[in-house]
Each structure stands twice: as structure tokens, then as C-alpha cells.
């Protein structure tokens, strides 16, 4: 079965900061996919960034970059010069072989001050 | 990308009542989800819903309880029948367009509270 972990429930980081947000997962699958979402107070799901199971590379978009480390099973999320803005709930997830469902951890609360 | 739409985007409803929700998306999708989300919590599978076949729940999750019905490739309705308080949640429509593996799509949800 799959799971995913992020054993952090709230962090704290000063705003123009780095921050990194764990996530680690356990799959029996070769292939799989690793999100993480935002969800601000608003509720809305937002996509931050994707990684594949086969990538070579980190991936990154703008702020956010996924630190894979496949032999630990660990997807961490560095976001880089924190704003305000980004003080929200972060989800890692994790999709399975074909994408037929994708599961989440139980997010971590991102607290940006300034 | 697909943009989801879901309607209503949220409800107050009476203990024993049945409210069914709307999700539309602006494209065709090969597959779509139901997520339910708690007061407080992380986002659950509800379901998978099939295109013309009953859709596949999660444990935990039966079908007289949030029966679902997908139409179409763009188009999905979740009832939660028989309401309690337990069932006061945010509803999440969720798509995924069939090779692209590094895109999932959220509806804005709907916040159903149960009296």
C-alpha cells in the first residue's frame, strides 16, 4: 500500500527566507508521481510542482524546487525567498502507476512572518 | 490545463436530507475523483468515478451512501445522501487527463455544512 508522511504540522520561517518542507513516501511501485499542492484560507487546491518517479532531475518551477532523494523515498519542498503570500497549508501527494488515484500526507502549515 | 467548476459552492443542509454536487470540467478528462476534505484535516479519496460504469470507491466509502455518476469525459455529480454531521466537509472534484501523469486538477470545492 501507499503512504505518504510529512511529519511536520507547522513551521515557521522569516519572510526573504529559505524553508523546506518534508514529505517521505513508501510504494512497492517503480513508477509513480509526487505532488505538492498549496492550499491558502481560501480552499482552492494550487499545484505547485511535480515530480516523476523516472526524472533524473530535480524538478523545479520559480521558487519551488522538489528535493528527490529516491533511495530514502523522501520529496521535500524547498521554497526559496519566502513572501507572505506564501503562509499556507502545503500538501505532498502521491500519485500511483497510470495516475489512477493519488493519495495525500497530512500537509504542513506554513506560517511566513514578516 | 483543465479548469474545474463545481456547483454549489457551498450548502447548509438539514440532518437526513440528500444534496447532490455539480462538477464540470472545460475539457475532456480521462479520469476523475471525489475527495472529501474534513474540518481541519488532509484530502481523502472518495471515489473514482467511471465514464458510464459505477464508479470505484474507496474503502470506507459505499456506494448508497455517495452514489456518483460521470456522464460524459466532462461531467461528474457526488450525492451525499442521508446527511448526519459527520458529513459537514469541503467536497473536492478532482481531474486527470490520461498520459499526462504530472497534472491533476482541483475544483474550487463545496463546503457543505449538516445541521
Known amino acids: 500500500a501507499q503512504k505518504i508522511t510529512q511529519t511536520q504540522p507547522g513551521m515557521f520561517v522569516q519572510e526573504k527566507e529559505a524553508v523546506t518542507l518534508d514529505c517521505t513516501y513508501d510504494t512497492s511501485d517503480p513508477s509513480y508521481g509526487l505532488f505538492w499542492y498549496k492550499q491558502p484560507s481560501s480552499g482552492e487546491m494550487i499545484f505547485l510542482i511535480y515530480q516523476g518517479s523516472y526524472d533524473q532531475q530535480n524538478a523545479t518551477e520559480g521558487r519551488y524546487s522538489l528535493n528527490f532523494q529516491k533511495a530514502r523515498k523522501s520529496a521535500n519542498l524547498v521554497i526559496s525567498a519566502s513572501q507572505l503570500g506564501d503562509s499556507a497549508m502545503y500538501f505532498c501527494a502521491m500519485s500511483d502507476t497510470g495516475g489512477f488515484k493519488t493519495i495525500f500526507g497530512a500537509g504542513t502549515r506554513l506560517f511566513v512572518k514578516a | 490545463s483543465a479548469v474545474i467548476s463545481q456547483k454549489p459552492s457551498r450548502d447548509i443542509c438539514q440532518r437526513g436530507t440528500s444534496l447532490t454536487i455539480q462538477c464540470q470540467v472545460d475539457?475532456?478528462?480521462?479520469?476523475m475523483f471525489w475527495y472529501r476534505q474534513q474540518p481541519g484535516q488532509s484530502l481523502t479519496l472518495i471515489a473514482t468515478a467511471n465514464q458510464g460504469s459505477e464508479a470505484t470507491y474507496e474503502s470506507g466509502f459505499v456506494i448508497d451512501k455517495f452514489p456518483i455518476s460521470r456522464p460524459n469525459l466532462t461531467f461528474s455529480t457526488l450525492t451525499v445522501s442521508n446527511m448526519s454531521p459527520e458529513d459537514s466537509s469541503i467536497y473536492l472534484c478532482?481531474?486527470?487527463?490520461?498520459?499526462?501523469?504530472?497534472?491533476?486538477?482541483f475544483g474550487p470545492g463545496t463546503r457543505l455544512t449538516v445541521l
Open positions: 475539457s475532456q478528462v480521462t479520469m
Open positions: 478532482s481531474a486527470r487527463t490520461s498520459g499526462n501523469y504530472n497534472e491533476q486538477f
